[in-house]
């Protein structure tokens, strides 16, 4: 794990030392060492920086940006089956000076060109400049656990792992995407491929990117798609045999994960989907392995009673990390930099404190990421299947005649549910539920904040809403189910720009490697064409994993609510953060910022203040934008 950064200077003008600051701006992401080249040809000044965090291949073979013939490269990841790889590169001549599975690469790019992607099993983000061909290649892993800035505006073309190695280029136009931001409002993070910045994308998870330096055009190509998955008809296999083919996926997947030259340990949370990789991790192995969990208990969020006895039973070596709300509420005026784009997922906060911890004992972590998205685990996917069809045989005058009721009552003053997980903000997204219940409509009501109405209200500017996969229509019609369309949109939208952009930064930020079990794409390959009911059951979520995980753990450890890293935001934003919200939510900044409305953001504040915690998360994503606007745009 690393971090990368470049350009392409058309005019030749960059000083050197331009990349060497935007290098030296990633050193979180590898304090072990760093690299810079640069390349001068008939048509551009190309630079290319690394920085190192050793995990394969300690040794000085392993440094970057790394050159073979006429290939230079700096990347940024793990491809786990390089041995493999390597091992049929040999025999067909090619000649290895180090172990890494940087150089691999290489050698395989050289061998096959891009379609060398389609044999790594692996996280990745590459850049390989081609001098033969003036060309840069840029390609990112197929579920986008590797993060891939590019910007481009006028002479100028950059690449970096991070938005705050452009800021150190003094051709970076700081020009904020207004259609980004109300984006951000609606879902907590900016959607792939859009970025905050004019001029500046993500490349799309499983694509690659073609830089012709001849011209400047740049090609984009897609090169692995989850739908191709789910556009299948459905496997007939019986429940067990299912069972059998997925095991040993898992195994197999999991097994590549804890290939490294360091210390590997993994996140416990207690739930199925941690406690399945550390089962048949451990199941095969004398050694025990590290294990992790994290609890606030002074603000309700402690899952180490149930990890410890999943740890226990198991026989890990075990931490439990105990951290106070003070610690959490400590954490919260770094997340700007390190999440250098706006982000609002408040349980980034535990997960850069168990990263913390855990990197005083290893440097490579294993989360177990993905599993709601592939397995069905999300109580969304109940609640859609459950009442789905139901909400929608009941008079649409009566359910807006319920919304509107809604309106009227704060989601404080419902009792004995008002102190349940989440309810706040549940109860906000059912009311847009009842307006519109159809799958698409209940998929985009329960990921946004704020309805396309509503944004535009908040905005003081003209909204054209951007394009993305939430919209997607690439489940073809004779495939369709509910359920697949749901997980199908979450693994392009909420696992990647939430919950990957979450670990990777997270982890990142203390110099720790996160790798992710669940996001081989033989898995999901797989499981996708497994029949609806292997995933969800009668009522039974996460089902064929389950079944799994019981063979190794017993069911009375594990059968308990969801808990997922929850926060009392609006606990937080009504106590201890008050100031802070008074600091960036002002009349006086927010009308010299021009962005927001900020009639309708007083409203919202008011509103808050007075009770009504549904609007915890509107709060929330209104301060998350302007504590990056303020450190960003201003600072």
Not at 242 to 250: D, F, N
Not at 287 to 293: C, D, I, R
């Amino acid at each position: 794990m690393c971090g990368i950064t470049g350009f392409i200077d058309y005019q030749k003008r960059t000083d050197p030392a331009v990349l060497q600051n935007m290098n030296r701006s990633l050193t979180h992401r590898g304090p072990d060492g760093e690299g810079t080249r640069l390349i001068e040809n008939e048509h551009a000044l190309i630079g290319l920086g690394h920085r190192r965090l050793s995990i394969i291949d300690l040794t000085d073979t392993g440094k970057q940006p790394m050159i073979y013939e006429d290939l230079h490269m700096v990347f940024n990841g793990e491809i786990y089956n390089y041995q493999e790889i390597k091992d049929e590169l040999k025999t067909m001549g090619h000649l290895f000076i180090g172990s890494s599975d940087s150089e691999m690469i290489l050698h395989a790019f050289k061998e096959w060109g891009a379609e060398c992607l389609q044999r790594f099993i692996g996280m990745f983000a590459i850049v390989i400049y081609d001098e033969s061909k003036h060309s840069l290649f840029c390609a990112r892993d197929r579920s986008g656990v590797k993060p891939l800035y590019y910007y481009q505006a006028g002479d100028l073309f950059m690449f970096a792992s991070e938005l705050k190695a452009f800021h150190e280029h003094p051709n970076f136009s700081k020009e904020i995407n207004l259609n980004a931001v109300a984006a951000f409002m609606q879902y907590g993070n900016v959607p792939t491929p859009h970025c905050i910045f004019q001029n500046a994308w993500k490349l799309n998870p499983g694509h690659y990117l073609q830089v012709n330096l001849s011209n400047g055009d740049l090609t984009e190509v897609q090169y692995w798609n989850v739908y191709d998955s789910y556009n299948k008809p459905k496997l007939d296999i019986s429940y067990e045999e299912a069972k059998k083919q997925t095991r040993e996926i898992l195994k197999s997947s999991f097994d590549y994960r804890m290939v490294a030259d360091v210390p590997v340990g993994v996140f416990l949370s207690g739930g199925y989907d941690s406690t399945c990789v550390t089962a048949m991790l451990q199941s095969e192995r004398n050694q025990k392995l590290k294990t992790f969990t994290i609890g606030v208990p002074d603000i309700g969020l402690n899952e180490a009673p149930y990890a410890r006895d999943i740890a226990s039973h198991l026989g890990t070596d075990h931490t439990e990390i105990t951290c106070t709300q003070k610690d959490a509420i400590e954490l919260i005026p770094n997340l700007p930099y390190f999440y250098d784009e706006p982000y609002a997922d408040s349980s980034a906060i535990p997960t850069t404190l168990v990263a913390r911890a855990a990197r005083e004992k290893v440097t490579v972590a294993l989360s177990a990421d993905g599993g709601d998205e592939i397995f069905a685990g999300y109580n969304r996917y109940d609640y859609l299947l459950r009442y789905g069809k139901k909400l929608r045989s009941i008079p649409g005058f009566v359910r807006r005649s319920t919304a509107s009721m809604m309106e009227g009552i704060s989601s404080e003053k419902i009792p004995i549910l008002r102190n349940k997980y989440n309810f706040h903000n549940r109860y906000e997204k059912l009311k847009q539920v009842l307006r519109n219940p159809s799958e698409e409509e209940i998929m985009l009501s329960l990921s946004q904040q704020f309805t396309d109405k509503q944004i535009q209200g908040l905005t003081a500017f003209e909204v054209d809403s951007l394009n993305t996969l939430f919209e997607s229509d690439e489940l073809k019609r004779e495939f369709f189910t509910p359920l697949s369309y749901m997980m199908a949109i979450d693994y392009q939208t909420y696992l990647l720009d939430d919950i990957m952009q979450k670990v990777d930064r997270a982890t990142m930020s203390v110099s720790l490697e996160g790798r992710e079990p669940f996001l081989d794409q033989r898995i999901i390959e797989f499981v996708a064409q497994l029949p609806d009911s292997y995933k969800y059951h009668n009522g039974v979520k996460k089902r064929l994993l389950k079944d799994i995980v019981h063979d190794y753990v017993p069911a009375t450890l594990l059968d308990r609510p969801k808990m997922g890293f929850a926060i009392p935001i609006a606990n937080w934003l009504q106590n201890e953060l008050r100031d802070l919200v008074e600091d960036h939510i002002n009349e006086k900044d927010m009308r010299e910022q021009g962005i927001f409305n900020w009639v309708e953001v007083a409203k919202l504040k008011e509103h808050f203040f007075a009770g009504k915690k549904e609007y915890d998360m509107k709060i929330w994503y209104l301060l998350m934008f302007q504590m990056w606007y303020k450190k960003w745009m201003i600072s």
